[in-house]
């Protein structure tokens, strides 16, 4: 019988490791790759309040993994992370399964996850300030009015006409205070891992802010960029090495996964008001000195405080610039890493310089363009020609962005023009459109020639106290086109090149014949 026991407990199968949770609370080290949203125009700043770009982020974190079947927590990660995009490497036995945790800490999700718990409620008198709490369990959720059952009976919280508030004597299991991704892995034995965690993350956008100073030299500027970083997420990354990428890469747009939570708003007419106005939004739309210090506490950990932006203009550049991106190749791509570790914040924006070219030669030209046998009047806009190549004071890549053109007047710099610049690879020519300019205006009209041919005529006048280079661009093909005035031609189209005297003007007559 001792045998038969013996291998009877040989062949039964071994108890399962108990499954435990490791939290891993913080990257050790991050880098960040910002990548623009390829969707928005050179001119248009990005939305702070709406970006659409994406970020790379790989973190390095240190883990202690048990024996067995472990469920291990990164806390930290960006809010808006696409969990179908992480990667994790470094787990010697790999992982059984991956989850993004939608479930954040929140007024919401905090009454939520107590459904049929019992709870304490609070409420002051805003007459006597006296102050009663009861044991109460809540009976319903978040949506729409909150019943509550007390000794005596069921009721709405904040129905009573008196200030109300709810406190938990601990967090609900399920709930993070910070956006957290989980994997489940398995080890036969206990070990210490370096485990690389790689993800792509919405919100998050980049753009080169340029700011041109008119040098005193004739026909040159001072060309300064900053690298602008923009991160509405919610988290943060410390000592990061930041990247940014210039160039449209393909993407297909992956919807960011929401996680649950949000602000507690409740509304009810006898809260000293019959507005359908909710509780929350009265209290931030009234002044401070209106509601109690309880209301306040209350409107700010319901996150009821909205996020706001300015987009502030590009600042002028420092005469010693400490630290500036350094551009490398990506294939097709151009990458701009930032030499030292630096933060990039949540729900804010860095700018590092990215470039300083104190000499570029630049030629003005005032250029309009007109289609014939169309009678218009029309004003020139000023433009900025020049080729991106040393010999111009340039020859490196130019990425997409704004830039703010600045004059000195009185010893002191005043904005003159501001205009957007796409990508410019290195040898291209490159053009800065500032707008239309008073001052350089054309007329065309139509004449009828002795022998009933229609014949058009332009004017240019210039008003400046010095000559002007000026091109008119015809909308129409060369052969077409018949003039005394040597004309010529660019992207097909036909074109008029000139200087216009001083306080003065020129004058183009053509006409078009049938093709």
């Known amino acids: 019988m001792r045998r ?6 040989a062949l039964a199968p071994l108890p399962a490791p108990a499954q435990g949770i490791v939290t891993s609370a913080r990257p050790d080290r991050v880098a960040v790759t910002v990548y623009r949203d390829p969707n928005r125009p050179a001119a248009q700043a990005p939305n ?85 709490e009861q044991d109460a369990i809540i009976r319903s ?26 406190t938990y004597d601990q967090v609900p299991p399920g709930l993070s205070a910070r956006p957290t991704l989980s994997v489940r892995a398995r080890a036969t034995r206990q070990i ?16 080169a802010d340029y700011v041109a100073t008119v040098s005193p030299e004739d026909g040159q500027i001072g060309l300064f960029a900053w690298l602008t970083l923009a991160n509405s997420d919610e988290t943060g990354f410390t000592n ?50 209106t ?6 506490d209350i409107a700010v950990t319901g996150g009821m405080r909205a996020m706001a932006y300015a987009v502030p203009a590009p600042p002028p550049p420092s005469p010693v610039v400490a630290q500036q991106a350094q551009q490398e190749d990506l294939g097709d791509l151009k990458l701009y890493r930032i030499p030292e570790p630096v933060t990039v914040a949540a729900r804010s ?56 053109l600045f004059d000195e007047t009185n010893g002191r710099q005043v904005l003159v023009g501001e205009a957007a ?17 008073p001052g350089i205006v054309s007329l065309q009209t139509a004449l009828v020639r002795s022998d009933g041919a229609s014949e058009y005529e332009v004017v240019v006048t210039n008003d400046r106290p010095w000559p002007i280079a000026y091109e008119l661009e015809l909308m129409a093909q060369p052969s077409q086109v018949r003039s005394e005035t040597q004309l010529g031609r660019r992207n097909g189209m036909t074109l008029w090149s000139l200087s216009v005297p001083a306080n003065g003007s020129a004058t183009l007559r053509y006409r078009v014949v049938a093709p």
């Not at 994406?54 to 808006?80: N, Q």
């Not at 949506?143 to 009976?153: D, I, K, N, S």
């Not at 700018?351 to 289609?371: D, E, I, N």
Request: hydrophobic content about 40%.
């Open 4 to 9: 038969v026991l013996a291998l009877l407990l």
């Open 48 to 132: 702070l309040q709406w970006l659409n770009g994406v970020a790379l982020i790989s973190e390095t974190r240190r883990i202690t993994i048990p024996a067995g079947t472990t469920d291990i927590r990164f806390e930290g990660v960006a809010g808006g992370i696409i969990p179908q995009s992480a990667i994790v490497s470094g787990l010697p036995e790999g992982f059984i399964e991956r989850n993004r945790d939608a479930y954040l800490l929140s007024p919401a999700t905090l009454l939520d996850r107590s459904l049929g718990r019992r709870v304490h409620l609070r409420r002051t008198s805003r007459a006597t300030g006296r102050v009663v």
């Open 141 to 166: 959720g978040a949506g729409g009015a909150v019943v509550l059952q007390t000794e005596g009976g069921f009721e709405a919280l904040r129905c009573t006409g008196l200030s109300e508030r709810i």
């Open 192 to 207: 210490t891992a370096t485990v690389t965690l790689s993800y792509l993350a919405s919100g998050f956008d980049w753009q």
């Open 240 to 289: 990061a090495s930041t990247q940014a990428v210039a160039g449209r890469i393909r993407r297909r747009d992956v919807p960011r996964q929401p996680a649950e939570g949000g602000p507690l708003n409740i509304t009810c007419w006898p809260q000293s008001t019959t507005s359908d106005i909710p509780l929350e939004v009265w209290e931030r739309m009234a002044p401070p000195e």
């Open 291 to 296: 509601f109690s210090d309880e209301a306040e």
């Open 349 to 404: 924006q860095k700018q590092v310089a990215l470039l300083q070219q104190p000499q570029v030669r630049v030629r003005t030209v005032y250029r309009q363009r007109f289609y014939p046998r169309q009678p218009a009047r029309g004003i020139a806009s000023r433009i900025f020609v020049t080729r991106n190549r040393p010999e111009e004071g340039l020859g490196l890549p130019l990425p997409a962005g704004r830039l703010m």
């Open 421 to 437: 610049i796409r990508d410019f690879a290195v040898g291209e020519e490159v053009e800065i459109d500032f707008g239309e300019v």
